[in-house]
C-alpha cells in the first residue's frame, strides 16, 4: 500500500523553464511534507518541507504547494538548472506513528537539458 | 561540514552469510535512521535510535537487529543473508535543535549485493 505516491518516474525539462514535481499521498494523518534530492551514488538531500498548516513554502528558486483537500504536494523549480538534474523524493510524516517513520514516494528522475 | 559516514559503501556477501553495516551520525545528533531501498523502490524505514535507545520500529525483519552506541554511532547487523536483502542501506541521522526530528540528514548508503 503505497501511501505517498510520485506518478512520474521521470521529467524532463529544458534550463530555465520550470520543473513541477507532483505527489500525492493517501493518509489523512500526514502532518509534515518534504522534499529530497538524491544524485546518483548520493544519499537523499533535504530540499525544502511544509507544514499541513501551511499551502506554500518558499526557498529561492524551490517552492512547494499543499493542497489538503486534494491530497497533493508540488515541488517547482524555477528557473531550472543543469544542475538540478537528480532524482527527487516526496516524503511525508504522521505525528501518530512518530516523526522518525517518513515514508517516501518512489522518486522522480528529473533531467534539465541546456 | 561533516556529514553522516557510513561504511563500507559497498558489500558483497553470499546467502546465508552476516553483514554489519555502520553509520556515524553528524556531530552532536542523537537519533539515528536506518532505511533500505531495493531498486528501483523507494526508501523503507527499518529502525531508529534515541539517545541509544530503540525508539522506533519498521519493516526491520527478525533476522536484522541494530544498535546505537555511546559515541551514538549505530550498526546495522544482518544474519543469514537472502538475495532478497540485496538494497541500498541509507543511515541517517537528526537533532531535534536543528529544526525538529523531521528533518533528516542521510549518508551516501552501503550498497549490498548479496550473492
Known amino acids: 500500500d503505497q501511501q505517498v505516491k510520485q506518478n512520474s518516474p521521470s521529467l524532463s525539462v529544458q534550463e530555465g523553464r520550470i520543473s513541477i514535481l507532483n505527489c500525492d499521498y493517501t493518509?489523512?494523518?500526514?502532518?509534515?511534507f518534504l522534499w529530497y534530492k538524491k544524485y546518483p551514488a548520493e544519499g537523499p538531500t533535504f530540499l525544502i518541507s511544509i507544514s499541513s498548516i501551511k499551502d506554500k513554502n518558499e526557498d529561492g528558486r524551490f517552492t512547494v504547494f499543499l493542497n489538503k483537500s486534494a491530497k497533493h504536494l508540488s515541488l517547482h523549480i524555477v528557473p531550472s538548472q543543469p544542475g538540478d538534474s537528480a532524482v527527487y523524493f516526496c516524503a511525508a510524516s504522521d505525528p501518530n506513528t512518530g516523526f522518525q517513520k517518513l515514508v517516501f514516494g518512489t522518486g522522480t528522475r528529473l533531467l534539465v537539458s541546456p | 561540514a561533516a556529514g553522516v559516514i557510513q561504511s563500507p559503501r559497498h558489500l558483497i556477501k553470499e546467502k546465508r552469510e552476516t553483514a554489519t553495516l555502520k553509520c556515524y551520525p553528524i556531530p552532536r545528533h542523537d537519533t539515528v535512521y536506518w532505511y533500505q531501498q531495493g531498486p528501483g523502490q523507494d526508501p523503507q524505514f527499518l529502525i531508529s535510535f534515541y539517545e541509544k535507545m530503540q525508539s522506533d520500529k519498521g519493516s526491520i525483519p527478525d533476522r536484522f537487529s541494530a544498535q546505537q552506541f555511546s559515541d551514538y554511532h549505530s550498526e546495522l547487523n544482518m544474519s543469514s543473508l537472502e538475495l532478497g536483502d540485496s538494497a541500498l542501506y541509507f543511515c541517517a541521522s537528526s537533532s531535534p535543535a536543528q529544526g525538529g526530528n523531521e528533518k533528516l540528514f542521510f549518508g551516501s548508503g552501503t550498497q549490498l549485493s548479496v550473492l
Open positions: 493518509n489523512s494523518m500526514f502532518d509534515y
